[in-house]
């Protein structure tokens, strides 16, 4: 939209309150606000969003993989040529043996249910998930046959542990005796805590080298599983179809969507459901910024007859008034904008100042998965918050600025 001079310099003029106009510009200053905390609220609860899916799909997919090859009965005989097969098709980046089995621990008169996972050395130092996530002890001392395993922070609350702690596994696969099987019992020493932060993880993960995990289970030298990384998650499906064949009769391949279809649905829908929600908030701030222009074209009825009258076309009071709304509308988008950047960066800060003032957890790991609360900003949701908001400003100032244009400056100056 396109302004001559004179045009911007009486926008200008009605951008800025004059006499007797105080409450006209009280309630556009409630518009710039309403517009600017609708927007703050779409991008910080929209980066929220996606900083959840992503932080918890990274973590998930660093220690699940992207798919597995699930061995029937939790045994996976020919893992080496399936793992090998895995390797040499296109899109997958690595296929590595898992064994993965619920069991009981004990310790200090406390008993839990845990998930043993058995890894290969290597598979343990380099996962980046574990990388740099041990609060205490060391994952270097965790080696085949030193009796040594690694568990999850909320796990060792739970059970008192510490490094140096002895911690019993309990396998209902025990030996069988007169009077039924005995579970077999095994004690290791914790050599590291590790906090991957998703609550679930850190409550049930024991992590141990593979030939360790394969001696309690008395797998032999089976594995569960082939965990398998690939290029694209999103095509995880087909990458991973040419090796259906193959694991035919010996087990099933289940993809990430699978394994947490529920989850990752459930986020999609809340997701959808938040943006249209919070776009009302922006939709009431475009009534107000409509009923302040019709406020303000009220109040200029007499300036816009003159000005009519001194040769300014319909065309030119059209566009004077649009532009006036337009600018509150943009006014308020770069200061939700600025707002919705300075609450994610201090994000956590506010949910921790919140908490001690009102004395509740806000951010609970065993509900919301994640230790803290994470955000990644997407610049095209971004861009589209910015034109649905442009969009129902522009709306919100045509009928004002029609109405501002459609004024009759003899019906208005008849008693002038």
Do not use: C
């Not at 556009?28 to 799909?57: D, H, Q, T």
């Not at 939700?336 to 506010?350: K, N």
């Amino acid at each position: 939209m396109i302004l001559n001079t004179y045009e911007r310099m009486i926008a200008k003029r009605y951008l800025l309150p004059g006499k007797g106009e105080g409450f006209i510009f009280v309630v556009a200053g409630f518009s710039v606000g309403a517009v600017a905390l609708g927007v703050a609220a779409l991008i910080i609860v929209m980066s929220v969003m996606n900083g959840f899916r992503a932080e918890l799909f990274e973590k998930i997919s660093g220690l699940n993989g992207h798919a597995i090859v699930q061995g029937y009965d939790g045994r996976l005989a020919d893992w080496e040529r399936i793992a090998d097969a895995a390797r040499k098709t296109p899109g997958i980046v690595s296929a590595t043996p898992l064994i993965e089995q619920p069991l009981m621990a004990a310790a200090n008169g406390r008993v839990e249910g845990v998930l043993v996972r058995g890894n290969r050395l290597v598979d343990i130092r380099t996962n980046p998930i574990l990388n740099g996530k041990v609060v205490s002890g060391d994952l270097k001392s965790i080696t085949p046959g030193s009796g040594r395993i690694a568990i999850g922070a909320r796990l060792a609350e739970t059970l008192g542990a510490y490094p140096g702690s002895e911690i019993s596994l309990i396998s209902p696969e025990g030996r069988s005796t007169p009077v039924g099987t005995v579970p077999r019992i095994v004690t290791y020493t914790v050599g590291a805590v590790f906090e991957v932060g998703i609550f679930e993880y850190d409550k049930a993960f024991v992590i141990m080298p593979m030939q360790d995990a394969q001696t309690l289970l008395m797998l032999g030298d089976q594995v569960g599983m082939v965990e398998m990384q690939t290029t694209n998650p999103d095509k995880v499906a087909q990458i991973v179809a040419p090796l259906r064949p193959l694991v035919q009769g010996k087990g099933v391949i289940v993809d990430w969507r699978q394994m947490n279809s529920a989850l990752f649905e459930a986020l999609e829908v809340e997701r959808i459901a938040m943006f249209v929600v919070l776009s009302i908030i922006i939709l009431v701030a475009a009534f107000n910024i409509a009923s302040s222009l019709i406020m303000l074209v009220r109040a200029k009825t007499r300036d816009i007859a003159i000005l009519r009258t001194m040769g300014a076309s319909r065309r030119a009071m059209t566009k004077i008034f649009m532009t006036v709304g337009l600018t509150i509308g943009m006014i308020g988008i770069v200061s939700g904008a600025i707002l919705g950047a300075i609450f994610l960066f201090f994000r956590q800060g506010v949910v921790n100042f919140i908490q001690l003032v009102t004395g509740q957890n806000l951010w609970d790991p065993s509900v919301r998965f994640l230790s803290e609360l994470p955000a990644k900003t997407d610049p095209f949701e971004v861009a589209a918050i910015v034109g649905v908001t442009l969009v129902l400003t522009y709306f919100a100032t045509l009928f004002p600025a029609r109405n501002a244009a459609a004024t009759d400056p003899v019906q208005v100056l008849r008693y002038e």
